[in-house]
């Protein structure tokens, strides 16, 4: 197949996105597909005369690989390098190549990658890619939509309010207690989330959440083990459990090597495990992501269980949780890529 990777863009999850998009690239081409890799925001900038063809020069085409840092991207110097200084989200040629495709693997994470849009725009054009669909997307995205038909759907999550930048309110107001976890509402890698212990740090949580959007999510702190349940075709995958060294689950713990154990499957009860996979399948269905997904999960010393959020375009990189997991049944790495597409194509066949 001609694949085409999709990765970069303008989210704060940017270089996780480029490692994914590199390493499924790398995978994809030793299972012998032609591949790109492409950075949506960037685009292919050389001129280009007939991109019918441009498969018969993929390695030329593509992107170098991308590495993470320890800190979030700086967006605004990403913006300057681009030649053409255009306004438009879609870099030079984005568009049209991914149209001479069999299909777009879409390795993008955070704003713009998983909020829908480029879903959407997609199917406008008619491009075939990887994931769930739109409307999924968007609704899953959003933390205070998702966690609203979370509590119509009877999925269990933390007790939580949204606020908006001009509705702020006091933790009084707000109804919770203290420890609390303030984060955006459609952010993604545990960027701008915070644990407020006291009134003092909440006040400067709310500051520090809002300078990443205008509404944010604030939720009962949940002292217990973190897990997370992978999702493919409405079939999950063994639970995995992850331990951060130390603090929680933040941006460097995610992605630096040694910074987090990581046990699959993890050491549960069977009984636990298998109601952790039940209700990751129910998140599924109740958002419409009827692809792929990976939900992540905490349970308190009393066993109970907290379904915090989806992601629909989960990572890809060494240290990413759904591999780990598909690795568990014997899936390795470029299976499991070429089982996503096999998997998304299933939507078109619908049609």
């Not at 130390?246 to 992605?255: A, I, R, T, W």
């Amino acid at each position: 197949m001609n694949i085409v990777v999709l990765a970069g863009g303008l989210s704060t999850e940017r270089d996780v996105s480029l490692i994914t998009g590199s390493m499924v690239s790398r995978a994809l081409r030793e299972k012998g597909h032609r591949v790109i890799m492409l950075d949506v925001f960037m685009g292919y900038q050389e001129a280009e005369t007939d991109i019918s063809d441009i498969f018969d020069h993929c390695q030329e085409a593509s992107v170098p690989e991308g590495v993470i840092t320890a800190k979030e991207p700086d967006l605004a110097k990403v913006k300057a390098m681009r030649k053409d200084q255009s306004d438009c989200f879609f870099g030079p040629n984005v568009i049209a190549i991914c149209r001479v495709a069999d299909f777009v693997f879409m390795a993008l994470h955070g704003e713009n990658g998983e909020n829908g849009k480029i879903q959407a725009a997609f199917d406008l054009f008619g491009i075939r890619y990887t994931g769930t669909g739109y409307l999924g997307s968007a609704l899953a995205m959003d933390k205070g939509i998702s966690k609203k038909m979370f509590d119509a759907a009877g999925i269990p999550t933390p007790h939580w309010i949204s606020m908006k930048k001009n509705e702020q309110k006091t933790l009084a107001e707000t109804g919770l207690g203290l420890p609390c976890v303030v984060k955006p509402c459609c952010g993604g890698s545990s960027i701008g989330v915070f644990i407020a212990r006291t009134e003092e740090e909440y006040e400067k949580a709310l500051r520090d959440a809002f300078r990443y959007e205008d509404e944010i999510v604030v939720e009962d702190y949940v002292e217990g083990r973190e897990f997370s349940v992978g999702v493919i075709d409405y079939r999950a995958l063994p639970v995995i459990e992850i331990a951060p060294v130390e603090g929680f689950y933040d941006y460097e713990n995610k992605y630096k090597a040694g910074s987090t154990v990581e046990t699959c499957p993890a050491q549960l009860p069977a009984a636990a495990a298998a109601r952790m996979q039940q209700i990751a399948v129910q998140v599924c269905e109740c958002l419409g992501l009827d692809t792929y997904a990976r939900m992540d999960f905490l349970l308190n010393d009393k066993g109970e269980m907290f379904c915090l959020e989806a992601n629909t375009l989960p990572g890809m990189t060494p240290t990413s949780l759904l591999p780990q997991e598909a690795a568990v049944t014997g899936m390795e790495f470029g299976d499991l890529c070429e089982k996503l597409i096999l998997v998304s194509r299933k939507k078109y066949e619908r049609d």
